[in-house]
């Protein structure tokens, strides 16, 4: 047991043996239950809406001190200050972007997520679609079910010996390079956050590398204001050769319209991408319609909808670890008031 772990349980045990009701939470969305039952074990009171609309947490947050959210309710200005009494926002997964997380802290609440939870699954994918656009897998699959036995049309290209770019080197990141290693490939990894996290085969990198070397580029940021269609023609026109390009983080890093013209110009050889810019098909554009349909029709394109990080077992995971932290933080604040 590390350290981290001893402490986590010692507060945990503590703060049930001196429990007092620490507070109402409202959970939206579907969460695995395992978060519910922790924080009720803890002494938080639970109320868990899964088909929560933005209008209903409006409504109701003001008489709550946690707020869970998952992808569909947005903790922005306006739902934080009609939250007079929240003292925490957590957020089940990874991406932060639906939580004004500068303006809670500015509030005096904390925030939290959990992006070690998914990060095994995303990596998981990560690497079936790059298999997937190599060999052709889609592509022929597609074929085949359709009477079309076609073997040198589906000529594939080998993983071991490529270089492979890795931007961002979080927890997402991380997982897809140990996963890679057994490949025989080069990785080289820039993360503009971070820095010392070279070593056992990892070549903490800069981006010219990677525009430079890379036959293979994935994508593992947050969407942030600077982030938004980061990936984009001047993105693409730095690569000294045409990469692949995997995207498991979220769809509006990339410009949709430029990648479909890159990949009509061969400027990128394949494109595999579990997100896209705008996830809610109902409220397509012509125009946004027209690039989705020329993307799919693409035999060197990969897509899935938003499924990287979902799996049995991370649905689990992410629950359980941001209960954890959860109770992490309310237990040291009791121990610390009872010192």
Not at 16 to 43: C, Q, S, W, Y
Not at 307 to 332: P, Q, R, V
Not at 333 to 338: F, V, W
Request: glycine share 8%.
């Amino acid at each position: 047991m590390s350290a981290n772990d001893f402490l986590c349980s010692f507060y945990h045990h503590y703060a049930i043996a001196t429990r007092t009701m620490k507070g109402r939470v409202l959970i939206t969305e579907v969460i695995h239950p395992v978060l519910e039952n922790m924080l009720a074990d803890f002494g938080f009171t639970c109320t868990h809406i899964e088909e929560a609309s933005q209008k209903i947490v409006l409504e109701q947050i003001a008489n709550y001190e946690g707020l869970i959210v998952r992808s569909k309710v947005k903790a922005d200005k306006t739902l934080i200050d009609k939250g007079s009494n929240l003292q925490f926002i957590g957020r089940t997964g990874s991406g932060m972007e639906l939580i004004d997380v500068e303006y809670a802290h500015q509030k005096g609440i904390t925030c939290f997520n959990s992006p070690e939870g998914n990060c095994d699954s995303v990596a998981e994918q990560a690497v079936g679609m790059l298999l997937a656009l190599l060999h052709n897998i889609v592509k022929s699959d597609a074929q085949l079910r359709h009477g079309i036995f076609n073997r040198l049309a589906n000529t594939g290209a080998e993983l071991m010996g490529k270089t492979v770019g890795i931007i961002g080197y979080g927890n997402t990141g991380a997982a897809f390079a140990k996963r890679l290693q057994g490949f025989g490939v080069k990785i080289l990894a820039y993360d503009k956050y971070k820095t010392g996290f070279g070593g056992n085969g990892i070549h903490e990198s800069t981006l010219p590398d990677i525009f430079n070397h890379a036959h293979i580029v994935s994508l593992h940021i947050p969407l942030t204001p600077e982030t938004h269609h980061w990936v984009n023609e001047r993105f693409v026109m730095q690569f000294k050769q045409p990469p692949y390009l995997i995207n498991t983080s979220r769809g509006a890093i990339v410009q949709t319209a430029s990648i479909l013209h890159a990949l009509e110009t061969h400027q990128l050889k394949g494109f595999a991408t579990d997100v896209l810019e705008n996830e809610n098909l109902h409220t397509y554009t012509h125009t946004e319609y027209n690039l989705l349909q020329r993307l799919s029709a693409m035999p060197n394109v990969v897509l899935t909808p938003h499924t990287a990080g979902l799996t049995h077992e991370s649905a689990f995971k992410i629950a359980h670890i941001l209960a954890d932290k959860i109770i992490h933080h309310y237990s040291a604040k009791t121990l610390t008031n009872a010192i």
